[in-house]
């Protein structure tokens, strides 16, 4: 039998039993990272890889259309939990600040463009 190295493509049947409901509610509480309103369809939560016990589900958005990835981590004690670097303080702190804007991302471009990578004498320390 070979050893899966890679993601494996599954079905939102294979998502743990009774968990898919649940998943569903969680993610469509999650605001869209393009028009930051809350509203991803629970109908439109698809599975769509896995990898030992980390899934990759995607969630589109119901007022954009945006297509969002999660990546989520079933636990057989029920306190599933999607795998992200912000705390929920960050995340509504982010919520509220003004999207990025095309002169926002020149503005880093010409930023990066000189910048040597010394972070010490960028931050004064």
């Not at 569903?24 to 698809?46: A, E, H, M, T």
């Not at 969630?59 to 999607?82: I, T």
């Amino acid at each position: 039998m070979k050893a899966s190295v890679g993601p494996t493509l599954r079905t939102m049947a294979e998502f743990p039993t009774g968990q898919e409901r649940l998943l569903k509610q969680i993610i469509s509480g999650y605001r869209c990272q393009v028009c930051r309103r809350r509203g991803f369809d629970q109908d439109q939560v698809r599975f769509a890889a896995h990898h030992d016990q980390v899934w990759l589900v995607t969630a589109r958005c119901g007022y954009c259309r945006h297509r969002q990835r999660f990546w989520v981590m079933p636990s057989e004690d029920g306190d599933d939990r999607l795998l992200q670097d912000l705390t929920s303080d960050e995340e509504e702190r982010f919520a509220e600040m003004a999207p990025v804007t095309g002169d926002d991302v020149l503005d880093m471009h010409l930023f990066l463009s000189e910048f040597d990578g010394d972070f010490r004498r960028l931050f004064g320390r």
